[in-house]
């Protein structure tokens, strides 16, 4: 008779999806993985068969938890008293910099992977395209009739601010591309 697992799957997952987040896919070995999540080798191979099946579950888990909440509140339906699409827009850049300035290097995981592992794995990609087109949809009705023509341009914009934010970039280039999102609203 097999053992029960010693340990909750869903906490296991948020910390590796969090050791990713902070190494990148190629650069967590496994032992940083077995480091952050507190568990065997075994358990691990257990539990997620490889460590690109983890880096997949954890895509999903950061789809489900950061991407999905993004997501929510820019395609919110406007109020009379709440933030316009734009705002909603330009706060959600401004907290990707705010982060940024209090020490969050981590950027983005989808936006990560994006330039990372799924330039060579197809299935990775997919996962990555998924999140990257829940931005798109999100952007797009954040900003009604006029979306279709900003979204994919939002969505460019979004992947290299967060991935400039892994980087070693002056303050300066990072709120400048938040700035630069002033422009687009007053064109």
Not at 4 to 25: I, S
Not at 31 to 41: A, H, I, Q
Request: net charge negative; with cysteine; hydrophobic share 40%.
């Amino acid at each position: 008779m097999a053992r029960p697992r010693e340990f909750d799957t869903e906490d296991a997952l948020e910390k590796a999806m969090n050791v990713f987040w902070e190494r990148g896919y190629e650069e967590a070995s496994l032992p940083d993985l077995l480091d952050g999540m507190g568990l065997s080798r075994g358990s691990l191979y257990k539990a997620f068969t490889d460590k690109k099946t983890l880096f997949l579950q954890s895509l999903e888990n950061y789809d489900q938890h950061i991407v999905c909440d993004a997501a929510a509140s820019l395609s919110a339906p406007p109020t009379r008293t709440g933030p316009n699409g734009w705002d909603r827009i330009i706060g959600l850049f401004e907290n990707v910099a705010n982060a940024w300035d209090a020490g969050d290097r981590r950027g983005c995981l989808l936006c990560s992977a994006a330039v990372g592992p799924a330039s060579y794995d197809a299935e990775i990609a997919d996962a990555v395209s998924q999140g990257l087109m829940k931005l798109r949809h999100a952007f797009a009705a954040a900003l009604g009739e006029h979306g279709e023509t900003y979204a994919d341009m939002l969505v460019m914009q979004y992947i290299g601010l967060r991935v400039l934010c892994r980087s070693h970039v002056a303050p300066n280039v990072v709120h400048n591309g938040v700035k630069s999102l002033y422009v687009l609203r007053d064109l």
